[in-house]
């Protein structure tokens, strides 16, 4: 099972900010925070991970609270290329696999 | 680079008959998943490889579905007796050691008629 919660669907208009939250209560000291996005009929892509500190790449930023019970997953400003099912995965790196919930659908409206 | 390649990208097939779906990782890369996914849902574990053995099988629904990765690179998921129930999106995903991020490919799509 998924060690992940994340709400059914997000919507957000074009251009703003879209902020993805993903609760991961029962998260261990060695488990990382992994996040994807599944646009229709592709594979999954992937978009950023972190451990405890805050991650910025070229396509979002990964911000976990410091008990790491928590994440959000943060566009800074979304297109409408960006909508997709987002998800959210935590998972050690000792060679777990990803496990893979229902998601978050991110509805980028004009 | 080149990313993970899977082939065929569709394939229909009748009930009861054989399948392959073959799966070409990024160069390098020694860890390979397959993953299956029915239409709504997010993706489902079936195989774990590390180099050339499957480090973990137990997402793998029975014993019609069976997984190879002969030489540590390229990897071919084998169905026998395929069943209508069968048909989704078969991914594979490849990664450069287990510390890292994992990269999928397009997947297959299987129709069993």
């Known amino acids: 099972d998924a060690k992940t919660t994340q709400p059914p669907s997000m919507d957000c208009a074009e251009g703003r900010a879209a902020n993805l939250p993903c609760n991961h209560s029962?998260?261990?000291?060695?488990?990382?925070v992994y996040w994807y996005r599944q646009i229709h009929s592709q594979g999954p892509q992937y978009i950023i991970h972190?451990?405890?500190n805050n991650e910025t790449n070229e396509m979002a930023s990964l911000i976990i609270t410091e008990d790491r019970k928590s994440s959000t997953l943060i566009l800074p400003h979304a297109t409408l290329r960006d909508t997709a099912v987002y998800y959210c995965?935590?998972?050690?790196?000792?060679?777990?696999?990803?496990?893979f919930g229902p998601g978050t659908r991110l509805s980028v409206l004009p | 680079g080149a990313g993970v390649s899977q082939t065929p990208s569709n394939k229909v097939t009748e009930k009861g008959k054989y399948v392959e779906l073959r799966c070409d990782p990024i160069?390098?890369?020694?860890?390979l998943y397959w993953y299956r996914q029915s239409l709504g849902q997010g993706p489902e574990f079936l195989i774990y490889?590390?180099?050339?053995?499957?480090?973990?099988d137990s997402g793998l629904p029975n014993d019609r579905f069976f997984a190879v990765r002969p030489e540590g690179s390229v990897s071919t998921l084998k169905i026998q007796r395929t069943e209508r129930g069968d048909s989704a999106m078969y991914l594979c995903?490849?990664?450069?050691?287990?510390?890292?991020?994992?990269?999928f490919g397009q997947g297959t799509r299987l129709t069993v008629v």
């Open positions: 995965i935590v998972r050690d790196n000792y060679g777990q696999n990803f496990v």
């Open positions: 029962t998260i261990s000291g060695n488990e990382y």
């Open positions: 972190g451990l405890k």
């Open positions: 160069s390098g890369h020694t860890a």
């Open positions: 490889f590390q180099g050339t053995g499957a480090a973990d």
């Open positions: 995903a490849s990664q450069r050691q287990k510390n890292t991020e994992a990269f």
